[in-house]
């Protein structure tokens, strides 16, 4: 009996004792590793997983959350003033000037149009013709008399009050005095005076007309000089001034005209015109 009960204790015994000598488990060493290292060892290690299609969308969606978030920062803090300055002045379209007088951008009298047809097109206010003689001194102690004429008339709307005149010149009398009838006479000038009537608040200033129906139409002046604003292309001559706070001039010229009234004036007074006129002359007399 009491040895029954030593073999029990005796196996307890060297249980303990077995226990006490046996060594602990070793810490394992867990390795870290960066963003790219993990993606790629991740695929690497996994190679169904990159071929997932959840995943794949999943991705896809991030990066495109990205690349529009992008977009909406640069839109809103990455463009600076100057770049937002250009943008506008680059989607500024400037207007040609005009080549005659037009309303509503409509032309009504164009450079070089005879002068019945400019009065079949213009308003019932149109006043009577009225014909003038220019003497123009020229080289050589010649005088040129010079047919001109001009229309007035008188658009009145509910914010302007305009005068405008319309001038014409006669370049075929040069050539022949036999040439006089209406029909030799062709626009070259216009002037126009444009009063503004009392709007109240806010109140139009003839500033107000230069800078925005001009300066912010046809863009720089070619030259400001004696009041004026310059304006000038191959066709038309524009100028206009601010004669006071409720009264705009302006003056515009067709350069087409003013050439060939120069080469007419060449043609019939230069030395090699006169005499070429001389044996025009010559061919009436027979010997």
Same mark, same amino acid.
């Given at each position: 009996m009491i040895r029954i009960k030593i073999i029990p204790l005796t196996i307890?015994?060297? !249980?303990?004792?077995?226990?006490?000598?046996? /060594?602990?488990?070793?810490?394992?060493?867990?390795?870290?590793l960066d963003a790219e290292s993990f993606s790629s060892d991740s695929v690497e290690s996994n190679p169904n997983q990159s071929q997932d299609p959840v995943s794949r969308k999943s991705t896809g969606l991030n990066v495109s959350v990205l690349e529009e978030g992008k977009k909406v920062y640069s839109r809103v803090f990455g463009n600076t003033d100057l770049n937002r300055r250009n943008v506008v002045r680059s989607s500024v379209?400037?207007?040609? @000037?005009?080549?005659? #007088?037009?309303?509503?951008?409509?032309?009504?009298? =164009? #450079?070089e149009m005879s002068l019945p047809t400019v009065m079949s097109n213009v308003l019932d206010s149109?006043?009577?013709?009225?014909?003038?003689?220019? %003497? %123009?001194? @020229?080289?050589?102690?010649? /005088?040129?008399?010079? +047919?001109?004429? /001009?229309? !007035? !008339?008188?658009?009145? &709307?509910?914010? &302007?009050?305009?005068n405008i005149e319309l001038h014409f010149l006669n370049i075929n009398h040069i050539y022949s005095s036999t040439n006089h009838e209406p029909s030799h006479y062709v626009m070259n000038g216009?002037?126009?005076?444009?009063?503004? +009537?009392? &709007?109240?608040?806010?109140?139009l200033t003839s500033n107000d007309v230069v800078k925005y129906k001009f300066l912010m139409t046809y863009g720089t002046p070619k030259e400001f000089k004696?009041?004026?604003?310059?304006?000038?292309?191959? /066709? &038309?001559?524009? =100028?206009?001034r601010e004669l006071d706070k409720?009264?705009?001039?302006i003056q515009m010229n067709s350069l087409v005209l003013?050439? =060939?009234l120069r080469v007419a004036i060449d043609d019939m007074y230069s030395a090699e015109g006169i005499e070429y006129q001389k044996k025009l002359l010559l061919r009436a007399i027979d010997f």
């Open positions: 307890l015994s060297i !249980f303990i004792i077995s226990c006490s000598f046996r /060594k602990g488990p070793e810490p394992e060493a867990i390795q870290i379209r400037l207007d040609p @000037l005009p080549e005659g #007088w037009t309303v509503d951008r409509h032309p009504v009298a =164009k #450079w149109a006043q009577s013709v009225e014909y003038w003689e220019e %003497i %123009i001194d @020229l080289p050589g102690g010649y /005088k040129l008399p010079l +047919k001109r004429s /001009k229309v !007035f !008339f008188q658009i009145i &709307t509910r914010l &302007t009050i305009e216009i002037v126009r005076t444009i009063e503004l +009537k009392p &709007t109240g608040f806010p109140q004696d009041g004026f604003h310059h304006y000038q292309n191959d /066709k &038309t001559s524009l =100028k206009v409720s009264h705009v001039q003013d050439e =060939k």
